[in-house]
């Protein structure tokens, strides 16, 4: 039996002995920066399987009574792997931000050490998942083990759609613990697109006040206040998670059109009057057009208050897909515009994969995204040309086209990669497998894009980051992993929930483990045990029949 810990890590070994953690084992956080992380555990464990530690600073003496210790020390942890890419907070993987740690288990405790609190804090996190595993009658037995881990590379992301449906800041906090508890330390909010507005930019009220109103279709609109933004900063930095912010532009700006109608340059496809139908509505080729001195007085406000609201994000992601319609060139200019205006603010830009079309330095990031033999399997399929109208059709494909070109060319200027393939890690694909819950059935026939071929939990661990785009061979490319959920079928939080869990926890595996290409069972033996954390959460998981049925079974409530 491997030990039931996602990502896997590096060095896991078992050894003698054993220990009973249960309520009242005290947690020794030695060194004050260890304070926060002792107590974050304590309350994420308490939320996992209901054991009660409490937090101490003074260290227990020798021969005395079982505990968990935390420290700050670098000892053992030389022969890790080091980790490749980029940290989304700008920080150094082998300084500040070294995640290096270990833990050791026997009859004395456990002891958890690495080379910052970050370190700490994701061997914390392994611990949790052994615990969840062990969970009996209120206690868990962890047999003795040492295990040390790095993780392989730095940017660990999920972007979230919070644009075709409003999701609450509870929401938004719950997918946070989700991604910590899988060791990602990077959220991406999609704020803006088509159907909706949802960060505040004081200078420009009627973003908000006009184009938050609405969502996709008739779901609520809704947009994050200045307060609630920081509140959202300040609880993933809790847990290590960095917020990096999306403006997506020049495209997929009708939300932006129709706050502020000036702008100029939206253009309704379809027949039927946009105004009675509701933002987005119709397809429409809305993109910022970069010849207006408007424009970037709009970018320019727009820069100013996202950045000032993550202050803890080094990157600012600028979008830059699916400009339809728009000549490339104008594209390329907007897109190198955007990224000087980011990069005079102290920031550096990120942005899907047609950025690369554009001339960009070697510290911009791009966000792969298309997979070419899926992408033309999509746009080939009779749901793809049956959801898109006929006068659309050919901007559409004429655009996709051109996507096998772009990985080349970021790696020709020198940009690395955040791995994103459609058909690994869009969680937002419908469910293959059957749920061994009947009443899940309807929700996996209803969410989940109706354009993509459905996927397995297996799919989304049996591959590897580097094999994944075409002219990538090393690590080095590599900037970090990063799934996506869209959100055109996502109606609720469950919907969206159902979607995330337990798929994060393979896009962790991906990101953090040095794997190759998992092996299904093995992963699926490790995975199996977590779910009573998930159940205990109130998560709304895909109860997926390629898991053991003892696990997908609902728990008996009480
Ligand atoms: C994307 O899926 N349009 C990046």
Partial sequence: MPLPVIPRPAVMELADGSVIVADGMPVVALG????????????????????????????????????????????????????SGVRADGRSVTEDADERH???IDADGVRVWGATAEAVFRGTTTLRQLLVAQLEGGRAELRGARIADSPRFAWRGLSLDVARTFHSPETVRRVIDMCSLYKLNVLHLHLTDDQGWRVEVPSRPLLTEVGARGALGDRPGGFYRLHEIAALVAYAAERFVTVVPEIDMPGHASAAFHAYPELGGLTPMGSGPLEAEGIGSLPAISNLDPGRPEVWAFVEDVLDAVI??????AYVHIGGDEAFGMP????????????????????LAVGWQEIARA?????????????????????GSEAFQSAVPAEFLPILLEALAKSTEDVPRALE????????????????????????DPAQEERRRRVGLPVYPPASLRQGVEWDPIDAALGVDSDEQVAGVEAAAWGETVTDRDDLE???????????????????????????????????????????WFRSQELPAAVTARPVSG
């Fill in 32 to 83: 004050p920066i260890l304070g926060p992380v002792a107590q974050r555990f304590a309350a994420d464990l308490r939320a996992d399987t209901g054991i009660e530690l409490p937090v101490v600073t003074e260290g227990i003496a020798p021969g005395g009574p079982p505990a968990i210790t935390l420290a700050i020390s670098e000892g053992g942890l030389a022969g890790l792997a080091p980790t």
């Fill in 102 to 104: 270990a833990l050791e």
């Fill in 308 to 313: 000032s609201q993550f202050p803890a994000s």
């Fill in 328 to 347: 490339d060139t104008a594209h390329a200019t907007f897109v190198e515009k955007v990224i000087e205006l980011v990069r005079a603010r102290g920031r």
């Fill in 359 to 379: 001339a960009i330095d070697g510290d911009v990031l791009v966000q792969y995204w298309m997979d070419p033999a899926e992408t033309e399997s999509i746009t």
């Fill in 413 to 436: 200027q020198g940009a690395k990669l955040l791995i994103s393939p459609t058909n690994r890690v869009y969680l937002d694909r419908p469910h293959a497998a059957p749920s061994a």
């Fill in 498 to 540: 159902f979607l995330l869990m337990p798929r994060l926890a393979g896009v962790g595996e991906k990101a953090w483990a040095i794997s190759g290409a998992t092996d299904w069972d093995e992963f699926a033996l490790r995975l199996a045990p977590h779910a009573t954390a998930w159940d205990r959460r109130g998560w709304e």
